[in-house]
């Protein structure tokens, strides 16, 4: 199935994880991909899709910086002629009780994982509401419904980017633009890697991937999710299919958190 074919389809914090899963799929699906991210291995992305017969280019960027921003979304344009879905999809996450939560761990969060979502979201819009239609799809999540322990910049974060999602999601409306959102549950990425040991090393004296397990035994699905089992969803949101759907965040969890 290729249902975007002709389809320009943008994604942040691709150079890995879900991001790199999602550029992997719309690439299948016929799409030309951009991927973007604040590292190298970004371009590696943009090289196995067009090993495999794919098209897609890739570009460093800051999404916490307006000027870098507007400079991406100006190429894609200039490569593509237009934006059809734009997912914000950079993040980042810290661990550590609240004194010893630093300053600078909160701005870093808020500023990638909040302002770096309305930034690019902002530079969407602008353009999509030129052609009248779009998709915006962003990244929240399972803190975006429960914050939990040791973590409140990243709660806050995530709380955030649903809180922008429905308010655009109202004003883009006229414009034949939909905004969505999603919240990943345990995701098989390097993230959740981090968060086994960090979280692990706070909560208790456990051994590596025990902390994990123990979170996944409380899944009524019993597993650990895939960066497929995101994009399976994300492709949904981008499609025509989900046309009458908009100003919603859905939960991609395994039912961790049914909402």
């Known amino acids: 199935m290729r249902r975007f074919e002709k389809k320009t389809v943008l994604i942040t914090g691709a150079s890995r994880g879900i991001g790199k899963g999602l550029a992997l799929r719309f690439a299948r699906e016929g799409a030309n991909v951009v991927v973007a991210a604040n590292e190298d291995p970004v371009h590696e992305v ?52 609240i004194e010893d939560l630093t300053e600078q761990e909160w701005d870093k969060i808020m500023a990638v994982n909040t302002k770096g979502v309305f930034l690019c979201c902002q530079a969407a819009a602008v353009r999509m ?22 973590t409140p910049h990243y709660a806050a974060s995530k709380f955030g980017v649903v809180g922008i999602t429905q308010s655009l999601a109202k004003e883009l409306a006229p414009f034949n633009i939909t905004v969505n959102a999603f919240c990943p549950g345990i995701i098989d990425t390097d993230m959740w890697a981090y968060n086994d040991s960090a979280w692990g090393k706070l909560l208790g004296n456990y051994q590596p991937g025990e902390l994990m397990q123990e979170w996944v035994n409380n899944i009524p699905l019993k597993r650990v999710g895939k960066a497929e089992d995101v ?4 492709t949904f949101l981008a499609s025509d299919d989900a046309a009458y759907i908009t100003g919603q965040t859905i939960n991609v969890d395994g039912g961790l958190f049914m909402s």
Request: charged residues 25%; proline residues 0%; contains cysteine.
């Open 46 to 97: 943009a090289e196995e899709i067009n090993r495999s017969g794919g098209r897609a280019v890739s570009a460093i960027c800051d999404v916490t910086k307006k000027a870098e921003v507007e400079k991406l979304f100006e190429r894609i344009l200039r490569d593509f002629g237009t934006l059809d879905v734009s997912i914000q999809n950079a993040g980042v996450i810290t661990i550590a009780k």
């Open 129 to 150: 509401k030129q052609q009248k239609f779009g998709r915006i799809i962003n990244t929240a999540s399972g803190q975006a419904r429960q914050g939990f322990i040791y």
């Open 231 to 234: 994009a399976g969803l994300v």
